[in-house]
């Protein structure tokens, strides 16, 4: 087995894409890197092909494309960012090595988790700093107001450590907030839905408990 073996034999397309921070929804669509794509017009499973511009390949074609490399840097990329390891006669050994990519692949895709959801957290509490500030004094802060000034810091801190940390520190941000991030992620994709579907959205819009949890 080669190294192109070796890496089709243990990464898809779309954990490739997912790995390279390319969101990836529930049918496998994905908004197509190599055009100016709005609406996800790329299916990546195994392969990829994007139906808007015809990119089509393999998780080989696909990071090559991406990073601009050609097969063999692409490869070697692959083979690092997944751990993979093969001998010097181009074996991969599958065992040991699916284990630790999946363990790594898990805790990577926590992390851009986390990062996404607190991305999103954080434009939104910038938004409620403005659109729900007191107008008048006195006046009574709307519930969005008063946790957008207790959490913007606090997310802001997380979101600098998941971008910049050492992979310990990032990891024992996915450890110790990850709960904490998900349920953050539900209430405000509940949020924004209500939000969307538009009516009343002064007191739709007010969330269960101010502590964001
Ligand atoms: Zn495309």
Known sequence: MNIFEAVKENVTARQAAEMYGIRVNRN???????????????KVDKRFHCFGCQADGDVIDFAARLYGLNNLGAAMKLTSDFGISYDNKGRASPRPVKKKISEELRLKQAELQCCRIL??????????????????????????????????????????????GTTEEKAAIVKEHGKEVIRIGERISGLVARHKAG???????????????
């Open 119 to 164: 991305s999103e957290y954080n434009h939104l509490l910038g938004k409620w700093k403005t659109e729900y500030a007191p107008e008048t004094l006195g006046e009574e802060w709307h519930p969005l107001f008063v946790e957008a000034l207790q959490k913007q810091t606090y997310t802001e801190y997380l979101l600098d450590t998941l971008l910049a």
């Open 199 to 213: 009516r009343d959205e002064h007191s739709r819009l007010a969330p269960t408990g101010t502590d964001g949890r």
């Open 28 to 42: 496998g669509m994905a908004c197509c890197p190599f055009h100016d794509d709005r609406y996800p017009s790329m």
